[in-house]
């Protein structure tokens, strides 16, 4: 199955149902599902500004599975959107007008039992066993 590792605490925000967009400067024409992997990397300004949520923000492991649904073009038009649907969330893309990327649109989000393994840049592949979270 692809994954595709992230930062935290984005990924967590995702795996938890509350970001329904992963932003990437680049596009993607897959549709379906996918593993979230919590990088070791960590987003130090986000942590602090998403810690209200008190979520569990792993690192270096498999987190969740969703599905892409959509990967839009993020411009002024998609800017509003974000900023109606959580521009909390969304901030750091509706403030920031220089910068251009997808967003690509996940649901079906469920947890799974986390699998640590390192990750990759870009969509890499996981062939073992995935165990959902009760």
Partial sequence: ???????QPYASLIAYGIKK??????????????????????DKKAMEEFKCYNL?????????????????????????VLDSENSFIYNHVIMDKTWQGYGFKMDNV?????????GKLGFWNYDGKISFRE
């Fill in 21 to 42: 967009y992963e932003f990437r400067t680049w596009n993607t024409k897959y549709r379906g599902e996918i593993l979230i992997h919590a990088s070791k990397s960590v």
């Fill in 56 to 80: 569990d923000y792993p690192l270096g492991c498999i987190i969740a599975k969703v599905n892409i649904i959509d990967s839009v073009k993020v411009d002024d038009d998609f800017r509003e």
């Fill in 1 to 7: 199955m692809k994954v595709l590792s992230i930062k």
């Fill in 110 to 118: 469920k947890l799974i039992k986390p699998i640590y393994i390192n």
